[in-house]
């Protein structure tokens, strides 16, 4: 018995402690439909790996055997803009090497747009041409609360939601991926005084709202099923005048500019409920800061200051959300008014109000710095808004004045605006524009 436990000792040593490695399995799988570049694949929260091209492919960090994997699409593709989808992408107690993972590539197509017009108490609606961004009006009136300020969506596509800066509310709706046509949620939702703005985050569960006359923030969870809104606690204060807002790609940390306080308020997202928590103190910006943009990275915060007419470049601790200052960037316009920068992350833009245009400017991927490109390029009178649309091929300006929207197709390369056609008349006051993509 004594030389038989001897032996099997031995066996165990010679197995477990002798330097024999433990059996490890590779997990891959294969990709179909990618024409976009970017695309980033993950697996088990660690390993990433980069996909350039169709076809098989597998990670190189092994999975121990009895181990778990589970493979998510870290950075969807861009130019085109698309949207991968994992299949079969979680599994427990490997036993075998993985390779029936699947990653499904899918095009994003521009399909409608809508205008908040706040001389008519109505929401505009048109189809977008996805080969050349051109718009056509949808039949149908939709009303909203007095003086609808900000539109926006979620990123799938479901609900639009307009910030109504006199009455004092949010109005909802669902959007008809078929007709483009929206039908009211409810009544509208009640914020604080005088909303100017709205923003979703990335998965759509969570929406909050700039009270530019109460100095705080409002807090809502969505219905994923109706598009309905909860409040979340009570209104959070900000700096004084917050006026547009803006969450990174990944739904961590919410910013605010503040126009008459002059500064830019950070706020941490709690991921279970939404809740915000203050980062800090607010970080000065320039005069009058009006516009803010979260670039696709998650890695800058842009400011468009009206008062100074020059942008404020910060950098985001990925880590805490904090920001650090960049500097100021002189040659925008005269009183920007709105900033936005494509999905590439390659391209911010800047709207003028009182000169009447557009600024480009090129951004530094690596520091966040803004060069300016060419010329400024022509909008309508007093522009207010800019949006790209998600695929990255067309923008779009709001002009109140003229009471029109400037279309423009981007160059992908150089991030230079063309001109497409004359401007849509719209009637009324346009004051912001949000495009949808299926």
Same mark, same amino acid.
């Given at each position: ?6 032996? !099997? ?36 929260? /660690?390993?990433?790996?980069? #996909?350039?091209?169709?076809?098989? &492919? ?6 121990? +055997?009895? /181990?778990?994997? %589970?493979? #998510? ?17 979680? =599994?427990?107690? #490997?036993?075998?090497?993985?390779? =029936? ?8 197509? *521009? ?5 908040a017009d706040g001389a008519t108490r109505r929401i ?18 939709? %009303? ?5 300020? &900000?539109?926006?969506?979620?990123? =799938? ?37 005088? $909303?100017?703005?709205? +923003? ?6 969570? !929406? ?19 598009? /309905? ?14 006026? @547009?807002?803006?969450?990174? $790609? ?6 605010? /500019?503040?126009?008459?306080?002059? @500064? ?17 103190? *607010? ?13 696709? %990275? ?13 942008? @404020?470049? &910060? ?7 904090? !920001? @650090? ?29 009182? %000169? ?26 007093? *522009? ?8 990255g091929k067309f923008a779009y300006v709001a002009s ?8 423009? !197709?981007?160059? *992908? ?26």
């Amino acid at each position: 018995m004594k030389l038989l436990a001897v032996v !099997l000792t031995s066996m165990l040593l010679a197995a477990c402690g002798s330097g024999e490695s433990i059996d490890k399995y590779t997990v891959g799988g294969s990709v179909s439909g990618l024409t976009g570049v970017g695309l980033v694949l993950q697996n088990n929260g /660690a390993s990433d790996l980069a #996909i350039a091209v169709d076809g098989p &492919f597998t990670f190189a960090t092994p999975v121990r +055997a009895g /181990a778990a994997y %589970s493979v #998510i699409v870290k950075t969807q593709p861009s130019t085109p803009r698309q949207t991968c989808s994992v299949g079969n992408g979680t =599994g427990t107690y #490997i036993h075998s090497n993985i390779t =029936g993972v699947t990653v499904t590539c899918q095009s994003i197509v *521009p399909r409608f747009a809508y205008v908040a017009d706040g001389a008519t108490r109505r929401i505009l609606a048109y189809s977008v041409n996805a080969l050349t961004g051109a718009l056509t009006g949808l039949a149908g009136v939709i %009303s909203t609360g007095f003086g609808p300020f &900000f539109v926006a969506g979620d990123a =799938g596509g479901n609900f639009v939601y307009v910030a109504n800066s006199e009455s004092n509310d949010i109005s909802a709706y669902t959007i008809n991926a078929g007709s483009g046509i929206l039908t009211s949620i409810g009544e509208p939702v009640p914020v604080g005084t005088a $909303p100017k703005s709205v +923003a979703m985050g990335p998965d759509g569960r969570f !929406l909050y709202v700039a009270n530019f006359g109460a100095n705080t923030i409002s807090a809502f969870g969505i219905n994923a099923a109706t598009g /309905a809104l909860t409040g979340i606690g009570s209104a959070i204060a900000t700096g004084a005048g917050p006026v @547009s807002i803006a969450i990174d $790609p990944n739904g961590k940390f919410v910013y605010v /500019a503040n126009f008459d306080s002059a @500064s830019v308020s950070a706020y941490s997202v709690n991921a279970a409920n939404g809740a915000l928590t203050r980062i800090g103190v *607010p970080i000065g910006a320039g005069t009058q800061p009006v516009g803010i943009a979260v670039d696709p %990275s998650g890695r800058f915060v842009y400011v468009a200051n009206s008062g100074s007419n020059s942008v @404020s470049a &910060f950098a985001i601790n990925v880590s805490t959300g904090a !920001l @650090s200052d960049i500097g100021r960037f002189i040659g925008s316009g005269s009183r920007p008014s709105a900033i936005t920068v494509d999905p590439s992350g390659k391209f911010a833009y800047v709207v003028n109000q009182g %000169s009447n245009n557009v600024t480009i400017f090129s951004i530094d991927v690596s520091t966040g710095a803004l060069g300016r490109i060419g010329t400024p390029v022509s909008a309508g009178i007093a *522009p207010e808004s800019i949006d790209i649309d998600p695929t990255g091929k067309f923008a779009y300006v709001a002009s109140g004045d003229s009471a029109s929207i400037s279309v423009y !197709l981007v160059d *992908p390369t150089t991030g230079n605006l063309t001109s497409i056609g004359a401007p849509v008349a719209t009637g009324g006051y346009p004051r912001s524009i949000h495009t949808v993509a299926f």
